[in-house]
């Protein structure tokens, strides 16, 4: 029990060590604000007192009150918390306080001196403690280096929204830089498709125009590279519509997967002359629902892949057959394995694959069309590179 004698003694003791009273330090609004719960009313006046010439303060008769004012009030700089009180304790205070509000700095005022208790206040959250009768010097010096250490962990945090903060916008600004060039690679390559429309079709024209050969082959040159502009733009408008979230549109009829895959072979033979493309499959038809145009570029891109990525003293092989619930077509070339670092990358857009056989103009993005054909059939590409490379597409039969 606490006697009015004691409690004298501490005061008297803290007005006698107490120094005279400062202005503060600036504004006082702006002075660290420091609870202090104590339910001795001398007690808690005397850490006001020794508190007041640098800190707001504010006193709470027991551990409910200052629980009840935590609930909807913003905290403290630092609580001060007397350990020995009726009802809700310190040490109850302490821990409840600690669940809420983690970064809320705490200095036990106790009369306990020995480790067992000190350890026990240090356990349930308390970040100090200060032994009854205290200086009030010591206890000043004390709540100052808590509101110092809480002050840290505010920059800290504020530091740390700010870069959070900052890493968004760049990252924002990043996106809407990719965003706005690819709706611009969209809207040039929609605004090319007419005069190249028209250039193809001139170039034709002079192609079957009776003339000299001279006049034909040049006319046929500018039609072949109208034709391979042309491409490139169709694939710049799948990559603007994927890359804008539009999707890529396929349209599935029934059609024989081996026939296709036959015609493709001859076009491309005559395409690469000099080069030798095999084709294995099964007399019979495979027949199965797919957009033949889109398919078929999924085949023309990984076999044109193949002969330029591979050796071109060795044949690049086809085979397509029928497997449990699915359909399976498989491209094989010889040649260095491609890196297991790019192997990763490999169906990103605007990558392309070192390779002696490469030529200028290429944009990086035909395995990257091909994957998201593939999967809007519903199926799936792998590709395993070792002493020979095999790109495996799956379609659900």
Same mark, same amino acid.
């Given at each position: 029990?606490?006697?009015?004698?004691?409690?004298?003694?501490?005061?008297?003791?803290?007005?006698?060590?107490?120094?005279?009273?400062?202005?503060?330090?600036?504004?006082?609004?702006?002075?660290?604000?420091?609870?202090?719960?104590?339910? *001795? @009313? %001398? /007690?808690?006046? &005397?850490?006001? !007192? =020794? +508190?007041? #010439?640098?800190?707001?303060?504010?006193?709470?008769?027991?551990?409910?009150?200052?629980?009840?004012?935590?609930?909807?009030?913003?905290?403290?700089?630092?609580?001060?918390?007397?350990?020995?009180?009726?009802?809700?304790?310190?040490?109850?205070?302490?821990?409840?306080?600690?669940?809420?509000?983690?970064?809320?700095?705490?200095?036990?005022?106790?009369?306990?001196?020995?480790?067992?208790?000190?350890?026990?206040?240090?356990?349930?959250?308390?970040?100090?403690?200060?032994?009854?009768?205290? *200086? @009030? %010097? /010591?206890?000043? &010096?004390?709540? !100052? =280096? +808590?509101? #110092?250490?809480?002050?840290?962990?505010?920059?800290?945090?504020?530091?740390?929204?700010?870069?959070?903060?900052?890493?968004?916008?760049?990252?924002?600004?990043?996106?809407?830089?990719?965003?706005?060039?690819?709706?611009?690679?969209?809207?040039?390559?929609?605004?090319?498709?007419?005069?190249?429309?028209?250039?193809?079709?001139?170039?034709?024209?002079?192609?079957?125009?009776?003339?000299?050969?001279?006049?034909?082959?040049?006319?046929?040159?500018?039609?072949?590279?109208?034709?391979?502009?042309?491409?490139?733009?169709?694939?710049?408008?799948?990559?603007?519509?994927?890359?804008?979230?539009?999707?890529?549109?396929?349209?599935?009829?029934?059609?024989?997967?081996?026939?296709?895959?036959?015609?493709?072979?001859?076009?491309?033979?005559?395409?690469?002359?000099?080069?030798?493309?095999?084709?294995?499959?099964?007399?019979?038809?495979?027949?199965?629902?797919?957009?033949?145009?889109?398919?078929?570029?999924?085949?023309?891109?990984?076999?044109?892949?193949?002969?330029?990525?591979?050796?071109?003293?060795?044949?690049?092989?086809?085979?397509?057959?029928?497997?449990?619930?699915?359909?399976?077509?498989?491209?094989?070339?010889?040649?260095?394995?491609?890196?297991?670092?790019?192997?990763?990358?490999?169906?990103?857009?605007?990558?392309?694959?070192?390779?002696?056989?490469?030529?200028?103009?290429?944009?990086?993005?035909?395995?990257?069309?091909?994957?998201?054909?593939?999967?809007?059939?519903?199926?799936?590409?792998?590709?395993?590179?070792?002493?020979?490379?095999?790109?495996?597409?799956?379609?659900?039969?």
């Amino acid at each position: 029990m606490r006697t009015h004698r004691r409690e004298a003694s501490l005061v008297d003791s803290a007005l006698v060590r107490t120094p005279a009273n400062k202005p503060p330090h600036g504004d006082a609004t702006a002075r660290p604000l420091v609870w202090i719960v104590d339910d *001795s @009313p %001398l /007690e808690a006046e &005397a850490v006001r !007192r =020794a +508190l007041a #010439a640098e800190f707001e303060t504010e006193i709470f008769p027991d551990g409910s009150a200052v629980l009840e004012r935590s609930v909807d009030s913003p905290p403290p700089d630092v609580l001060v918390l007397d350990w020995v009180m009726p009802g809700v304790s310190g040490i109850d205070v302490c821990r409840f306080l600690r669940s809420e509000r983690d970064q809320l700095p705490v200095l036990l005022l106790t009369v306990h001196k020995d480790k067992e208790h000190l350890a026990e206040g240090l356990g349930a959250g308390a970040n100090d403690f200060l032994s009854k009768p205290f *200086s @009030p %010097l /010591e206890l000043t &010096a004390r709540v !100052r =280096a +808590l509101v #110092a250490t809480r002050r840290m962990h505010e920059i800290a945090e504020r530091a740390e929204r700010e870069r959070a903060e900052a890493q968004r916008l760049r990252a924002d600004a990043a996106e809407e830089r990719v965003r706005l060039g690819e709706l611009f690679l969209g809207v040039i390559g929609h605004d090319l498709r007419s005069p190249l429309a028209a250039i193809t079709m001139a170039a034709t024209a002079l192609v079957v125009r009776p003339g000299d050969a001279d006049t034909k082959k040049l006319a046929e040159g500018i039609r072949s590279t109208s034709r391979r502009m042309g491409e490139m733009i169709a694939t710049l408008l799948d990559v603007t519509r994927l890359r804008l979230g539009g999707g890529l549109q396929v349209h599935p009829t029934s059609n024989d997967l081996r026939q296709m895959c036959r015609q493709l072979v001859d076009e491309l033979t005559t395409a690469f002359p000099g080069r030798q493309i095999h084709f294995d499959a099964t007399e019979e038809p495979i027949h199965l629902d797919f957009d033949l145009p889109r398919m078929g570029q999924v085949l023309s891109n990984l076999v044109s892949n193949a002969l330029l990525h591979g050796d071109p003293n060795t044949p690049v092989r086809i085979d397509v057959g029928r497997e449990p619930g699915e359909v399976r077509l498989r491209v094989t070339n010889h040649g260095a394995p491609i890196p297991p670092l790019l192997v990763a990358h490999l169906f990103d857009p605007f990558r392309r694959g070192p390779s002696p056989n490469a030529g200028p103009g290429g944009l990086g993005l035909g395995l990257y069309i091909t994957q998201q054909i593939v999967a809007a059939h519903g199926g799936s590409i792998e590709v395993s590179s070792g002493e020979v490379t095999v790109f495996t597409v799956r379609l659900p039969a």
